[in-house]
């Protein structure tokens, strides 16, 4: 079976950049698997950040930008901020209308 | 404004059959996209779950599939997810969220623009 792979952890300085990216175990990501990323906060729900590979959902700043890197899905943050610390999930779909999360990656700004 | 509730018992037996219920308001169960439940292991990652189309078509996670049955009442605006002979593992927070799925005129997922709004959670501890 095929596992969505990211990062675990990452940190950023404040006012930098980070690209987080979600890969496949086995394949290369592309915009076929129309992934989508989530911002999730301790004790809340998640918050949609990107879908489509690249569209903002409403109201979420340019700072976050999503993309094709390589074969991987990418998300870029510009000018990290502290309250950017958060858990980030990506999440692709596999076809058959199956999606699967990727483990999430642990953003810590500092 | 969109708005997802879940509701459920809090505790569930081992053995039993884990029942949510998620209520919609501002927007028809009955519109065009899907409906997913995704849960939280204390701790740890997301999972999808599945999701149901109002007219029934539902799509699971494989490692889930026997388990697993969802269901939708359109005269009340709510979904439900029923799970099966749960163990501690199925301990977590619960999330229902409505689902972008790209879907031909049957019903049939072609692709996904995500989970647009999600609701707070419902936390389920399966404990005897």
């Known amino acids: 079976q095929t596992v969505v792979t990211q990062e675990p952890s990452f940190s950023v300085s404040p006012g930098g950049t980070v690209t987080l990216t979600c890969g496949l175990s086995s394949g290369s990501v592309s915009t076929s698997y129309f992934p989508s990323w989530y911002q999730q906060t301790p004790g809340q729900a998640p918050r949609t950040l990107i879908y489509g590979t690249n569209t903002r959902s409403s109201g979420v700043p340019d700072r976050f930008s999503g993309y094709i890197l390589g074969n991987k899905a990418a998300l870029t943050i510009t000018g990290a901020q502290a309250d950017d610390e958060s858990h980030y999930y990506c999440v692709l779909y596999m076809g058959g209308g199956i999606s699967v999360f990727g483990g999430g990656t642990k953003l810590t700004v500092l | 404004q969109v708005q997802l509730q879940e509701s459920g018992p809090g505790l569930v037996k081992p053995s039993e059959t884990l029942s949510l219920t998620c209520s919609v308001s501002?927007?028809?169960?009955?519109?065009?996209?899907?409906w997913a439940w995704i849960r939280q292991p204390p701790g740890k990652g997301l999972e999808w779950i599945g999701n149901i189309y109002h007219r029934g078509n539902t799509y699971y996670n494989p490692s889930l599939k026997s388990r697993v049955t969802m269901s939708v009442d359109t005269p009340k605006n709510q979904f439900s997810l029923k799970l099966s002979s749960v163990t501690a593992a199925d301990t977590a927070m619960y999330y229902c969220?409505?689902?972008?799925?790209?879907?031909?005129?049957?019903?049939?997922?072609?692709?996904?623009?995500?989970?647009?709004?999600w609701g707070q959670g419902t936390k389920v501890t399966v404990f005897s």
């Open positions: 969220a409505r689902d972008l799925s790209r879907i031909t005129i049957f019903g049939v997922i072609t692709g996904t623009d995500g989970f647009d709004i």
């Open positions: 501002g927007y028809s169960v009955s519109s065009v996209n899907y």
